[in-house]
């Protein structure tokens, strides 16, 4: 399956949402838009999408091979790495945001996936619940009401989780991207409707890829105002109805009503209309009948 991107309109300019489907190397071209149509500025960027699973485990190995011994037990092995690998925190401090202070504790180390790891509740313990695991010294979640610690196997607890404010909620600003929604143009026919399947109308935005489609329901029934008359001599013209698959009627400007010749002694006559347009393509018919 291809790689997927398009851009999402902002104020003064673009964000480029990408999707690669597998870890590597991208290069992506830059093009501008010039009397409604895109064109190659020759401008490019690359980025590098990394397996986020593969970097962490090679990121654990490396503060491993970097802490532990082998003469070493493994609970000093698990303490080395504790005190050596999450010593150095880095803060980052927000002042008077809504009226009220936050700190956000992040891991100090460089050249990672994350460049700096934000550490709370739930990160702090896991990490050291995996560190445990690779180096065969099991550690378990001592709860809640410990501050992100884990149980050592004498009981005691231990945790990388700073004992300070990790962050308010409320200090996180919302951004409203409602106003800067895609703009379609003029839509596009894919496919006619008739009366075996839907027609498909598809609407380009004009400032991105991206689009949306409309469906076009089928038309399933030709209705005459009357199918049964009694012979007076008078040429008979039934009004007509076409009403599609969803129940709405469909304008009569979308077809031509076709009437057989005569329609005015004892028999059966013939009703047909055409589609034509933009929306509709084939025929249906109904009969209506003089007695």
Not at 26 to 52: C, M, N, P, W
Not at 57 to 69: A, E, F, Y
Not at 169 to 183: V, W
Not at 267 to 284: A, P
Request: charged residues 25%; proline residues 3%; hydrophobic residues 35%.
């Amino acid at each position: 399956m291809a790689n997927r991107g398009y851009f999402i309109k902002v104020d003064r300019g673009y964000i480029f949402e990408y999707s690669p489907r597998k870890a590597g190397t991208y290069t992506i071209s830059i093009r501008e838009k010039s009397s409604g149509v895109y064109q190659d500025t020759g401008a490019s960027i690359t980025l590098k999408f990394v397996d986020y699973k593969k970097e962490y485990d090679k990121w654990l190995d490396n503060i491993i091979s970097k802490n532990t011994g082998s003469s070493n037990t493994p609970e000093e092995n698990f303490m080395n790495i504790v005190k050596n690998a999450f010593a150095d925190w880095k803060y980052v401090e927000v002042v008077e945001v809504n009226g009220r202070e936050g700190v956000i504790s992040l891991l100090g180390d460089s050249g990672t996936i994350w460049e700096r790891k934000r550490m709370h509740s739930l990160t702090a313990p896991a990490l050291l619940e995996d560190i445990g695991e690779r180096i065969d010294y099991p550690v378990e979640w001592a709860g809640a009401d410990n501050h992100a610690s884990v149980y050592m196997h004498d009981g005691s607890l231990v945790t990388i989780c700073p004992m300070s404010d990790t962050g308010l909620i409320d200090n996180i600003m919302y951004i409203d991207f409602s106003s800067y929604a895609h703009s379609y143009g003029k839509g596009k026919m894919q496919e006619k409707a008739d009366c075996d399947k839907a027609g498909l109308i598809v609407y380009p935005c004009t400032d991105c890829t991206a689009t949306k489609g409309q469906a076009i329901a089928a038309p399933k029934e030709l209705k005459l105002s009357k199918t049964l008359y009694e012979y007076d001599g008078k040429v008979k013209t039934p009004k007509v109805t076409v009403i599609d698959v969803a129940g709405n009627v469909v304008p009569s400007k979308n077809y031509r009503v076709m009437y057989a010749s005569g329609r005015k002694k004892v028999g059966i006559y013939k009703v047909t209309v055409r589609f034509k347009g933009f929306r509709y393509t084939g025929t249906l018919s109904s009969n209506f009948k003089i007695r």
